[in-house]
């Protein structure tokens, strides 16, 4: 155990007045943004029993989320809609500080601490029935959140999911070159050029007005799906730090490359990488019994293909972030950034290969839902 950083939890769980004497602390090491800990508190369970009472502790990241401040207050408010349309569901509850804020801000190290929800999580999953609860699981946080209205929230993060920005922020940074790291990945490099333009698709039908915006949460790897472990129900939907408006296509593309892909998204082995259409067909079908009756036309037709856009964009954040020095997502090695920017690329080409077949599996399983519900 790091008896500094123990020591730094146990200060930050006196601010949220957390009670009982503070005993362990343990990473939870799936977020590549934010630092995420398990603490343990020793408590008295009322009989004169001790009991051990966790919490979930983050240390938010400010070069990632600039204004967490908002970001919190669009937590507290997509929570508390969730809370009062699912009275029963497990939820999210955000613990405050003497001065009645869920967050504590010191220095540069903004903190929060939310309930531990005992549970299990799913890095990767070729289980199918679990793939499609998780795909319900996002398919239902979006249904919940339609009538919510969009403009209460802030932008956590400007343009999270506008493909050409990031491509543009891509093109400037490589020519600027400013750590000379440029030349190493050329080959990687060329390949996102040459596909910017279908890359950019669902930008460009945002544009065009050709996609309604919605609430969506913008993240769905599937591990930010808990499950029960002992049921092996869908418990709640996490990491709510990027909802924001966007559209259907970013949270079901999002979901596919991580869910779907055969590997995990930083395999330093891509020959096994590409789109498991078994996986594809799950998750399609859970997230589509969910949504296929509110979902436009064009917006089933985007599907398919945001698995590719979504693996593209990634690559270009994993990319630009090596070349200016890998300030924003966490690297556990040396040229981490890389690794991840070429496993997306080994799943984008194989996505490219199948979009007819993940085509026709979304319009059937969009048809046999419009026809079951009505
Ligand atoms: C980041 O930190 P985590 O794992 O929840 C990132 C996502 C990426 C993902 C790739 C706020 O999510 O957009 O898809 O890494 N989150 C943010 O693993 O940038
Ligand atoms: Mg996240």
Redesign the pocket.
Known sequence: MDEKLARKLQQVGEHFNLPGPFFNYEEIH?????HTYRADYIRDDGTGMARIKSYLVQRVNTY?FRDPVGLMDNIDKVTEYIHQKRPGQTCLHFHHTADRKTYLFEGDEFWRICNYVPSVTYDSCDDLEIVRSAAEAFGDFQMILSEFDASQLSYT?PDFHNTRKRYETLIADAQKDELGRVASVKEELDYLLSVQDIACRLTNMLDRGELPLRVTHN?T?IN?VLFDEETGRALVVI?L??VMPGLVAHDFG?AVRFAANFTE?DSEDTSKTGVDLNVFWAFADGFLSQTANMLTENEIDTLALSGFVLACE?ATRFLDDYIVGDKY?KVKKDHHNVIRTRCQIALAKDMLKKLDAMDAIVHGCAEKYRRKNG
């Open positions: 799936t977020g590549n943004v934010n990632a993060i993240d790897k930010n990491d730090d990027t999002d998204e990634l997502f």
